[in-house]
């Protein structure tokens, strides 16, 4: 059996701003919902927040060093958007924007293609303040932001992402309240659904309008649903799962329609039912490709407590240190999954890794064996994926570096490489050395 990748496969990993950046405040940068969410007691595992992350703001050519040596092809990064404009609005800040000029120059002497995520959920919170996702300027003041950051990076971007996993930051912020900005509104949700998908495809439009080059695509956080049993509830309870965490993005954006599950929900079907066609035409601008983020799938049973009538079971079996179940069958399923419903679209793992508890050695070494065979197994299926025809075209492993993982903090590390928060300095695992060799070899099988 041939075990290697196409020989034009994207090799990436994947950051985000607020995660690694630190500089939080000064540098003409406004607070973000994230600076607010964290920096309240309560909220955050250990009271930590991003204001100094992995420093990354002024460690960026060290870290695109570790880039090179490590081997990829791509990197994934994302725009804080409250660092490169002065009032979120319209006014540009130019020393934020300096700062990504500088960034993507040093990729691209390093040969590293830069792919650029426009929103990874630190919102300014001035926006937050007159109603954040669920107010509909608030899309308009993105597509501004959007088209300013086309303008000044062309031709330094080699893909855009406008948007990363607007299930995640949607429901986690604004329904759960674990995340920025903490609300639990049903209705705020629905109204945020559609303003951050209309926001999408605006920005979309102009990208194409204005003839920027480069490609454009959205990152979505997709994972299979399945019964927890084979009756009938528990079925249905599947549906809905599937249809709230996954097609209620897709459907949008590739069929211009949003999922009849969905428009069951009173709330959901009150906000979203009285649409023009001319917005959904927007949202269901065509895309370039699609990045889609992988960590677990989900079980699920019919049940009252869940918002929308069903609830993830807890599975036995092998977990990372996040709990998560590590099932890579998942992967491959929803990858065909994509292509059985919306189509052979080029596809990007814009995300996929784990969290270990990673303890530093007397000599200074981390041998994360559990990360290398997780990695190792993803590989795996996604190889298989494109050997049965899936158009998948590239793979970026969550994380290059250890970072704050939101809700959990610094404690949990995803990274390739060790952060030491004290002194900043960066040491790469075993788990690094491992994937360099699978860049270098275009092969999991080193
Ligand atoms: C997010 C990342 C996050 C990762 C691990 C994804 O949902 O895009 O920002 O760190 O998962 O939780």
Not at 64 to 73: D, P, R, S, T
């Amino acid at each position: 059996m041939n075990h290697n990748f196409p020989d034009d496969f994207i090799w990436g990993a994947a950051t985000a701003s607020f995660q690694i950046e630190g500089a939080a405040y000064g540098f003409g940068k406004l607070p973000s919902i994230w600076d607010t969410f964290s920096h309240t007691p309560g909220n955050v595992a250990n009271g930590d927040t991003g204001d100094f992350a992995c420093d990354h703001y002024n460690r960026f050519v060290q870290d695109i060093a570790i880039m090179k040596e490590l081997g990829i092809k791509a990197y994934r990064f994302s725009i804080s958007w409250p660092r490169v404009m002065k009032d979120a609005k319209n006014t540009p800040n130019p020393q934020g924007i300096e700062f990504y000029k500088n960034l993507t120059d040093e990729l691209i002497k390093n040969d590293i293609k830069p792919v650029a995520t426009l929103y990874h959920w630190d919102l300014p919170q001035i926006l937050q303040d007159e109603g954040g996702w669920a107010n509909k300027k608030t899309a308009e003041y993105f597509v501004n932001f959007a088209d300013l950051m086309f303008r000044e990076l062309d031709g330094r971007v080699y893909q855009w992402i406008t948007f990363n996993e607007p299930s995640v930051f949607i429901f986690l912020g604004n329904l759960d309240g674990v995340h920025a900005p903490g609300m639990k509104d049903i209705w705020t949700s629905a109204k945020c659904v559609h303003n951050v998908l209309w926001a999408h495809g605006s920005a979309v439009k102009i990208f194409r309008e204005k003839g920027y080059k480069g490609q454009i695509g959205i990152t979505l956080n997709l994972a299979p649903y399945e019964p927890a049993s084979s009756e009938i509830n528990d079925v249905m309870a599947a549906s809905t799962g599937d249809a709230q965490w996954n097609r209620l993005f897709l459907d949008p954006i590739f069929k211009g329609t949003y999922p009849e599950i969905i428009m069951n929900n009173r709330e959901f079907r009150k906000v979203l039912g009285t649409l023009d066609s001319h917005e959904m035409e927007v949202i269901s601008e065509k895309i370039d490709f699609l990045g889609i983020n992988y960590y677990f799938r989900n079980v699920v049973k019919y049940s009252q407590k869940g918002k929308l009538g069903f609830e993830s079971i807890k599975l036995d079996g092998e977990k990372t240190y996040f709990g998560w179940e590590v099932y890579p069958q998942g992967l491959y399923d929803i990858l065909k999954y994509i292509k059985e419903n919306y189509g052979n679209i080029p596809l990007y793992i814009t995300e996929n890794g784990a969290t270990y508890e990673d303890l530093l050695t007397s000599d200074m070494k981390i041998h994360d064996v559990q990360r290398i065979s997780y990695l190792k197994r993803h590989f795996e299926k996604a190889l298989r994926a494109i050997q049965d025809g899936i158009n998948l075209k590239g793979y970026y492993v969550w994380s290059l570096l250890d970072n704050f993982e939101w809700a959990e903090g610094y404690s949990k590390r995803f990274g390739l490489v060790y952060i030491d928060y004290n002194t900043f300095e960066r040491i790469p695992k075993d788990s690094f050395f491992w994937y360099k060799k699978v860049i270098e070899k275009n092969t999991f099988e080193v």
